[in-house]
């Protein structure tokens, strides 16, 4: 497996760029005509002088200081004056008409987006599709249906397009893809994977709009995540059959595919796919076989695989020590966990938030809940906020060693501490209360979900008591618990 595993130069996607709109002289120089008298020959009293101001050359743009171009510059100053004056943000893009244009409300677009004010993208469209140098572009509507479908905004998607093809924009192959992606973030996914399906088809009947790598590689993505293994396979078949070639994005999605299954014969033979094509593996690629070999415990390949990842150019990541931490300590091999971690300090990366939870789920599972405690504590006090995920991880740690008061214990001290909490977490406990026949916590539990108003139905106690579904036992527990929730709600309690 060392031999296949190489640095790989892949290309970033490019994007669609916009050309500035033609410039426009404000005092256009009027052309004498030949057959026209020379003002020497013309009545002094009527010759009219035309005053031209020459306008400046404009400026090259500055090389980027600290990482920021000028136009990030000038929308931060905008973001920022915005919100110190507690103006509408259209109010103040006014002051700066003069110098805004398409590329300073991409950016904008951008920055808006990551701060969920999706509502404020639409009023800088609307103030964007105003001004005279506007001109409908495929790009603007492409890069807003992005933004609508990262914030789950389907429907606003959806306007976008149609608003598109009433401004006289004929839709592409990247307005589609942004169109496919923003049905993919919705909460059904059942749903959203039949609607891009059907675009996809829809696509390949449109000569403008056939599907493209970044097409392939969006659903091949979406079906890995969804554990479909038979459509990545149909997928990457028909990708074969095209004009269009995989890059290293297509081989790491169907890769995580078939790792994510446990199919580890059909993984390797992708990778050897991947090299046939010139194709060498980057940090992905790497990431994708540790993180399949650990969870299938084959530790002798995915130690090899590290091995060849350290020798190359590539550097591991966090997500490349996480794994193989948690997967470590689930196969209770705690020293190997913590020399991982250990290697991740010395190559100098900050452990994040998941590989301190991998940690308090590896020390759970190897019999030391009191370390794992200790490192809980230490986020608790190092940290702002708490999360919920953190949390979780700790009562887990407490619930997988029988320690149910333990538990109980820990929640009360987190609401006390005013650490967030949430469905997961109540789950979490009914779960284990109700394997331990801990009847008085499940109780207590109960009430304390009234009162942070959580109403379980029925869709709660199938998640949260999954394989003890079919024991008579749990089944009265979880009618009984059922009914009290029940009465409690309706009395006011």
């Known amino acids: 497996m060392a031999f296949l595993l190489t640095r790989c130069h892949s290309k970033p996607i490019t994007h669609l760029s916009l050309s500035p709109p033609p410039f426009t002289p404000l005092h256009p120089k009027t052309q004498p005509s030949q057959s026209s008298p020379s003002n020497s020959q013309k009545d002094p009293s009527k010759i009219v002088t035309f005053c031209c101001r020459r306008l400046p050359r404009r400026r090259a743009a500055p090389p980027r200081l600290g990482g920021i171009s000028e136009p990030e510059e000038l929308v931060r100053t905008i973001l920022k004056k915005s919100s ?18 398409t590329e300073h409300c991409f950016l904008l677009f951008e920055e808006l987006g990551k701060r969920d004010n999706w509502l404020q993208c639409l009023e800088v469209f609307r103030w964007m599709q105003k001004q005279r140098w506007y001109i409908a572009d495929n790009g603007i509507y492409s ?3 992005s933004v609508m479908g990262k914030k789950g905004q389907t429907r606003m998607a959806m306007w976008l397009f149609t ?3 009433s401004s006289g924009c004929r839709p592409d192959t990247s307005v589609y893809n942004a169109l496919i992606t923003a049905h993919l973030h919705s909460r059904d996914k059942s749903k959203a994977l039949l609607k891009a399906s059907g675009y996809f088809e829809k696509m390949k009947g449109i000569e403008r709009c056939k ?18 293994v038979k459509q990545v396979e149909e997928l990457f078949k028909d990708l074969e059959s095209s004009i269009v070639s995989p890059d290293i994005y297509t081989f790491n999605g169907v890769m995580d595919a078939y790792g994510k299954n446990g199919m580890i014969k059909e993984m390797e033979s992708i990778l050897l796919k991947m090299k046939s094509n010139q194709l060498k593996p980057d940090v992905i690629t790497f990431n994708v076989l540790i993180d399949t070999y650990g969870r299938k415990h084959a530790f002798d390949k995915m130690e090899q ?10 550097r591991p990541t966090l997500p490349t020590f996480n794994s193989m931490i948690l997967n470590y300590g689930k196969a ?6 913590e020399a991982v971690f250990t290697k991740m300090n010395e190559l100098g990366l900050k452990p994040s938030v998941v590989t301190y939870e991998s940690l308090i789920t590896t020390y759970a599972l190897c019999d030391c809940v009191s370390r794992a405690r200790e490192i809980f504590d230490e986020l608790v006090m190092t940290r702002r906020e708490v999360q919920v995920s953190t949390l979780n991880a700790m009562l887990d740690a407490y619930c997988i060693n029988g320690l149910a008061t333990e538990a109980d214990r820990l929640l009360d001290d987190a609401n006390e501490k005013g650490l967030v909490t949430n469905a997961s977490t109540y789950k979490l406990l009914y779960k284990a209360y109700t394997k331990a026949n ?26 949260a008591l999954g394989a003890f579904g079919s024991s008579s036992t749990n089944t009265k527990t979880r009618k009984e618990a059922k009914s009290s929730s029940a009465t409690r709600i309706l009395a006011g309690t």
């Open 143 to 145: 890069k807003l249906i």
């Open 332 to 337: 209770r091999l705690r020293e190997k966990a």
């Open 84 to 101: 110190e004056e507690k103006k509408p943000l259209v109010a103040t893009l006014g002051k700066y008409v003069r110098v805004l244009r």
């Open 438 to 463: 801990e009847k008085q916590l499940l109780d207590k539990l109960l009430k304390r979900m009234d009162r942070e108003g959580i109403v379980p139905n029925k869709k709660f106690f199938l998640e």
């Open 163 to 165: 608003e598109m093809r």
């Open 305 to 314: 695989v590290f091995k060849s990842l350290l020798r190359s150019k590539e």
């Open 211 to 228: 599907p493209n790598i970044v097409t392939y590689n969006i659903l091949l993505r979406a079906y890995a995540q969804a554990g479909d």
